[in-house]
């Protein structure tokens, strides 16, 4: 996994509604990448959800908080549209399969897909939290609202 402190390589990702989410644009602010392996599945359901139901907590916390995983552009709509996703933007890094999460080192070569992260990148674009979950295992929310409540 990426260091605690590494400056993050500026990316480019398309959203599900196929706007571009570049990390260098959000300067300023704090950003929560959420990884998630694969979407229309039940624990990263649930991880998403709990990034819309905290969007105004993040925006007071002055940070942007974002899904992230390989699966394409339409995908990630179809599956905002089912699970009532309206706020949150769920980054699609289906091409080059990867590419961020190979970047911030939570790639999963042997499945294809990221591990289960939560990692914080600063007002400068330097990584201030990383932490991988066990696959199975919802990542708890107030954790993340907690460490942003202390920076």
């Not at 694969?38 to 905290?54: D, F, G, P, R």
């Not at 890094?93 to 289960?116: I, Q, T």
């Not at 674009?125 to 295992?137: L, Q, R, T």
């Amino acid at each position: 996994m990426i260091e605690l402190g590494a400056l993050v390589e500026d990316f480019e990702l398309k959203d599900q509604n196929d706007q571009s989410f570049k990390l260098s644009n959000f300067r300023g602010k704090k950003v929560l990448l959420s990884f998630h392996p694969l979407a229309w599945t039940s624990v990263c359901e649930k991880q998403m959800l709990s990034l819309e139901a905290n969007q105004d907590t993040f925006e007071a916390l002055n940070t942007v908080a974002v899904g992230v995983s390989v699966d394409s552009v339409p995908c990630k709509k179809a599956w905002a549209e089912h699970i009532g996703i309206k706020r949150t933007r769920l980054l699609s890094d289906f091409w080059p399969h990867g590419h961020v999460a190979e970047l911030l080192k939570v790639f999963r070569h042997f499945n294809g897909f990221s591990e289960r992260a939560n990692i914080i990148v600063d007002e400068e674009g330097k990584v201030i939290f990383a932490k991988v979950y066990p696959i199975k295992e919802l990542p708890d929310i107030n954790e993340i609202i907690e460490f942003l409540k202390g920076r």
